[in-house]
């Protein structure tokens, strides 16, 4: 079991991200310097054509040369009981039938990016609601392709996955953004097993990441114990992808981390290793390789929550404490102004085996 973070994976898809941005900030520049060129009456003309093909044909080269002569899609509708939009065509990737059909697709959902649409805003039916662009292709390479899945096909799935590249440099995460309605929150609470895809789903992980996109903002009523359980019972490197040791290269993302992340949520995150005796030891596994930045803070701004591991007999998530923070250990009281050892010794609960683990590490 590879324990560590896939650094050079993470770089790979960093510069990845980069060269589409870059490609995408190129190709609006000309666009953007066309159409500064036009009279708002030729704009307009232009745009309504746009809106006409874009809602009537299935050829992304007429909206292309449409785009080359300065045609915007402001005129897209965001409503996703309204007409036609970028979302839906991203919504319809499901329902295609072979490589032409999603070639096609993904030329019409480049073309109306460049062209400006509103892919923040632009939403497809769902529910009692709708969900933009980036949201149908969170859950869609989440669930891959299982029963219940969207998609059917392994070319779909590779398209998505192309395509969120191009929706993500594209997409603007703000702070309403909570839930299911983040893509990397949606991402993980619809995964679904899928072994065919499972290095890519990996791979949107640290693309997600590599934009500094988090989930640690949310409250602990999102962050539950259930939703952590969920993902380490799925795959739980998934989950510990997201709190990597620091590196150099990891830094802006850790840093918004660090800022975000509540007593409240961490104390949920440990809870949902604790869902069965694999979970507990891939955590041991994991934690224990060298001092890391998350048990440091549990430690400064969350102690009680090693007071309750020693109280339910975690032992396994107390061993990478005890290993790399003995003296830090060592100073913790709790409101009794006992040391975590006479805390477990005065404990009914505590069984003699952690009693004997804080004793073998010094305690």
């Known amino acids: 079991m590879e324990q560590d973070f896939p650094i050079s994976s993470f770089l790979e898809i960093k510069k990845h991200l980069g060269t589409e941005r870059k490609n995408?900030?190129?190709?609006?520049?000309?666009?953007?310097?066309?159409?500064?060129?036009?009279?708002?009456?030729?704009?307009?003309?232009?745009?309504?054509?746009?809106?006409?093909?874009?809602?009537?044909?299935?050829?992304?080269?007429?909206?292309?040369?449409?785009?080359?002569?300065?045609?915007?899609?402001?005129?897209?509708?965001?409503?996703?009981?309204?007409?036609?939009?970028?979302?839906?065509?991203?919504?319809?990737?499901?329902?295609?039938?072979?490589?032409?059909?999603?070639?096609?697709?993904?030329?019409?959902?480049?073309?109306?990016?460049?062209?400006?649409?509103?892919?923040?805003?632009?939403?497809?039916?769902?529910?009692?609601?709708?969900?933009?662009?980036?949201?149908?292709?969170?859950?869609?390479?989440?669930?891959?392709?299982?029963?219940?899945?969207?998609?059917?096909?392994?070319?779909?799935?590779h398209y998505?996955?192309?395509?969120?590249?191009?929706?993500?440099?594209?997409?603007?995460?703000?702070?309403?953004?909570?839930?299911?309605?983040?893509?990397?929150?949606?991402?993980?609470?619809?995964?679904?097993?899928?072994?065919?895809?499972?290095?890519?789903?990996?791979?949107?992980?640290?693309?997600?990441?590599a934009l500094d996109w988090h989930i640690f903002a949310m409250s602990h009523e999102d962050l539950t114990t259930s939703f952590f359980s969920r993902i380490v019972n799925f795959n739980p490197r998934f989950l510990t992808l997201i709190v990597?040791?620091?590196?150099?290269?990891?830094?802006?993302?850790?840093?918004?981390?660090?800022?975000?992340?509540?007593?409240?949520?961490?104390?949920?995150?440990?809870n949902g290793f604790t869902s069965n005796n694999k979970a507990r030891k891939y955590f041991r596994a994991f934690f224990s390789l060298r001092p890391h930045w998350l048990l440091k803070l549990i430690l400064s701004g969350a102690p009680e929550t090693v007071f309750n591991l020693v109280k339910r007999n975690e032992q396994d998530l107390l061993i990478p404490f005890l290993k790399h923070y003995k003296r830090e250990i060592a100073e913790l009281k709790d409101e009794n102004n006992h040391t975590l050892l006479q805390h477990a010794m005065t404990s009914r609960k505590v069984v003699e085996n952690t009693i004997q683990l804080l004793r073998q590490y010094g305690q």
């Open 24 to 157: 995408f900030e190129k190709d609006k520049a000309i666009w953007t310097t066309v159409r500064a060129s036009l009279t708002d009456a030729e704009a307009n003309q232009l745009d309504e054509q746009f809106k006409t093909i874009f809602e009537t044909t299935t050829d992304p080269q007429l909206l292309e040369q449409l785009v080359q002569k300065g045609a915007s899609a402001r005129l897209l509708e965001n409503y996703e009981l309204g007409s036609y939009n970028l979302a839906m065509v991203v919504q319809e990737l499901a329902d295609a039938k072979n490589n032409e059909e999603l070639e096609i697709a993904a030329g019409i959902i480049r073309t109306t990016i460049i062209a400006g649409a509103d892919i923040n805003r632009q939403k497809a039916y769902w529910g009692n609601g709708g969900r933009i662009a980036i949201d149908w292709l969170s859950i869609y390479l989440a669930r891959a392709s299982d029963r219940y899945g969207f998609l059917s096909t392994m070319d779909q799935y």
């Open 160 to 209: 998505c996955y192309r395509i969120f590249t191009w929706i993500a440099v594209n997409t603007a995460i703000t702070e309403d953004m909570h839930g299911d309605i983040h893509p990397l929150y949606g991402f993980l609470i619809c995964l679904k097993n899928a072994p065919e895809v499972e290095d890519l789903q990996e791979k949107l992980i640290l693309q997600m990441m």
């Open 244 to 270: 990597p040791y620091e590196h150099e290269q990891l830094k802006s993302y850790l840093d918004i981390v660090q800022k975000n992340i509540g007593p409240m949520v961490i104390k949920n995150f440990l």
